[in-house]
């Protein structure tokens, strides 16, 4: 009973969180906010949702899987999210006047 | 599955603010100026259909289910991946044009 709460306040948290980085990609002002806010939000809301997987699904081979699947997750998110600020940057795409910093041009490389 | 068992309209809850989050990507994707709006975008999409793949396992006790979302996670990174290195592509392209 108490695991069974547990496992639905996971999942409810994990998805909410889903649902926020789609409002955060809809509401930040330029790419590399937005990049920021998928790579974040998303990644701990799927984060949850494994953990949740693992609790419920409590056998050696899905626990196997999925915890591969969450050092999988774990890895490559933040890369991807990188390598996507990077490309943005880069391209040269309109950052907007709210994003202020910009360490790559204080650090004297105008291409990142 | 002989683990705990999840309320079924808990998932379905959550399946659909997985849907509400992924059709804001879709409207990004739609309206979003640049290109690596669109890619931010597709990105928040994988997430979203590996969230969702997770979930259905759990709503139809189904763990065979937990490989599909191994494979997509590392598929969807390597997208990722390769769509910033076309776009990083793309715009050195239209500098060069530009200057």
Redesign the interface.
């Known amino acids: 009973m108490i695991g069974s709460i547990i496992v639905s306040i996971l999942v409810l948290f994990g998805a909410g969180l889903v649902a926020l980085a789609g409002l955060g990609i809809l509401r930040l002002p330029d790419p590399l906010t937005r990049a920021s806010a998928v790579s974040k939000a998303a990644a701990l809301g799927l984060l949850l949702i494994i953990a949740a997987a693992i609790i419920a699904d409590w056998s050696l081979r899905s626990v196997l899987v999925l915890v591969l699947v969450l050092i999988a997750h774990l890895v490559t998110v933040p890369l991807s999210g990188l390598a996507l600020a990077r490309a943005s940057y880069r391209s040269g795409t309109a950052r907007s006047p709210v994003t202020t910093v910009d360490e790559p041009a204080e650090q004297g490389r105008s291409t990142g | 599955?002989?683990?705990?068992?999840?309320?079924d309209t808990?998932?379905d809850?959550?399946?659909?603010?997985?849907v509400?989050?992924?059709?804001?990507?879709i409207?990004?994707a739609a309206i979003g100026?640049?290109?690596?709006?669109r890619?931010?975008?597709a990105?928040?999409g994988f997430?979203?259909a590996?969230?969702a793949i997770?979930?259905v396992?759990?709503r139809l006790d189904e763990?065979v289910l937990?490989?599909f979302?191994?494979i997509a996670?590392?598929i969807?990174?390597l997208t990722?991946?390769g769509l910033?290195?076309l776009?990083?592509r793309?715009?050195?392209k239209?500098?060069e044009d530009s200057t």
């Open positions: 599955m002989n683990g705990i068992s999840v309320p808990v998932v809850i959550a399946l659909v603010f997985v509400i989050g992924v059709l804001a990507g409207v990004r100026p640049s290109r690596a709006d890619i931010v975008s990105e928040l997430i979203g590996v969230s997770l979930l396992a759990l763990p937990f490989d979302a191994l996670v590392l969807g990174f990722t991946i910033a290195r776009v990083t793309d715009g050195r239209t500098r």
